[in-house]
């Protein structure tokens, strides 16, 4: 039977969807095929990868992917991270269920390394939060 498939999306697919496949992916990546995009990709960015290392989460060999590339697929959840992608979200024909999370984007703050390197942890945490409240009880229910 196949897994199915999750898909984070954002705007650049470089921090917050990133972030947010390598949890899931690491929380349930046996019950689902974990996937993210993005409306306008850009790279994987640098402090994403470091704040994700911090929980022991590698994600360095993860790459930015256009949404464009899933067009088509079936898709059983969606799941926006910004409301720049929720705006621009194509449709996915057959999706189960469709989630919004309005999170801030890290790599807008400014200040020094380490404040910027705090605002992806705290996102990090935040997307961890979600993911334990939206997927772990479907998880579980999976296994049963």
């Not at 990868?49 to 059983?76: C, R, T, W, Y």
């Not at 945490?125 to 997927?135: G, K, L, V, W, Y």
């Amino acid at each position: 039977m196949a897994k199915p498939k999750v898909l984070f999306l954002c705007t650049g697919n470089s921090a917050r969807s990133q972030m947010a496949e390598g949890l899931l992916r690491e929380l349930a990546g046996e019950r689902f095929e974990v996937l993210s995009a993005g409306t306008n990709p850009v790279g994987v960015n640098p402090l994403a990868i470091a704040a994700m290392q911090e929980v022991g989460i590698d994600i360095s060999k993860q790459h930015s992917k256009n949404v464009k590339d899933f067009l088509g697929k079936p898709i059983e959840y969606v799941v926006t991270v910004c409301d720049r992608a929720k705006e621009s979200c194509p449709v996915f024909p057959g999706t189960y269920k469709f989630l919004s999370w309005s999170l801030d984007d890290p790599a807008a703050v400014t200040g020094t390394k380490e404040e910027k390197l705090g605002a992806f942890r705290r996102i990090r945490d935040e997307i961890s939060r979600h993911i334990e409240a939206q997927f772990a009880p479907v998880a579980q229910a999976r296994v049963r």
